[in-house]
């Protein structure tokens, strides 16, 4: 059962335009809410993460909306550029003895049109 | 800050033999290290996660006899893959998380690919 679901799978922007993935969970005692961006052969570099006492975050283009009640998260990227092809994950965790392993979603793949 | 350096990037091996991939925090101590494996266009799978001093805790279905996993320091953790398989093939990333107790962040290495001939 996937604990974090992410949607959409795929998703193709035009330059300027503004990029949006969702995520949702379950598990109401996780905490941190990160979210991931992965170029091919690379490994993935933390890019933005948002605690639940807090319902949005913003740094720079990138922006996280977070819905505690609809147990729902979502990035958004304004301005989309070519540079920004990648592909995006969401995370979370929670507070224990699991040193706070992350949980994944499954992943967006973003292409910028120029 | 917050880099993590692994080596070596890339490695091809026979069937059989064991390969030894080394995951380094460059700027940073950390307690906790993540190895994680990646199929091509999937997400990251958790293998295993190791605190510096203690024995790796390795997630159902991993086998621990053949995914080694050290963690000497608070800088270095190296994984092994024991008579590896072409089904060992894969990209290997670790992770790292700061020794600092506030710390949820981690921070991931350039990752490993992995070719078993």
């Known amino acids: 059962q996937q604990q974090v679901k992410q949607s959409p799978q795929s998703l193709i922007v035009q330059k300027g335009g503004i990029s949006i993935i969702n995520c949702a969970y379950e598990n109401t005692a996780f905490d941190y809410f990160p979210w991931y961006q992965q170029f091919p052969g690379k490994g993935p570099a933390l890019l933005i993460a948002i605690r639940p006492d807090v319902s949005e975050k913003k740094e720079g283009r990138f922006t996280i909306s977070f819905n505690k009640s609809a147990k729902q998260f979502s990035l958004h990227i304004m301005d989309s550029q070519p540079g920004d092809s990648a592909t995006y994950f969401c995370?979370?965790?929670?507070?224990?003895?699991?040193?706070?392993?992350?949980?994944w979603g499954l992943g967006t793949s973003l292409a910028v049109n120029p | 800050g917050a880099v993590v350096s692994q080596h070596p990037s890339r490695v091809i091996c026979k069937s059989g033999t064991s390969v030894k991939i080394e995951c380094r925090s460059l700027d940073f101590q950390a307690t906790t290290m993540f190895w994680y494996r990646q199929f091509p266009k999937k997400s990251l799978m958790l293998m295993a996660t190791s605190n510096e001093g203690s024995k790796a805790t390795y997630e159902q279905g991993v086998e621990k006899d053949k995914f080694l996993i050290n963690h000497a320091s608070l800088t270095l953790s190296t994984l092994t893959v024991t008579s590896a398989h072409p089904e060992d093939s894969s990209f290997y990333i670790c992770?790292?998380?700061?020794?600092?107790?506030?710390?949820?962040?981690?921070?991931f290495g350039p990752g490993t690919r992995l070719t078993v001939t």
């Open positions: 992770s790292a998380r700061e020794a600092s107790g506030s710390s949820y962040e981690q921070y």
């Open positions: 995370a979370a965790s929670q507070r224990g003895g699991n040193n706070r392993k992350l949980i």
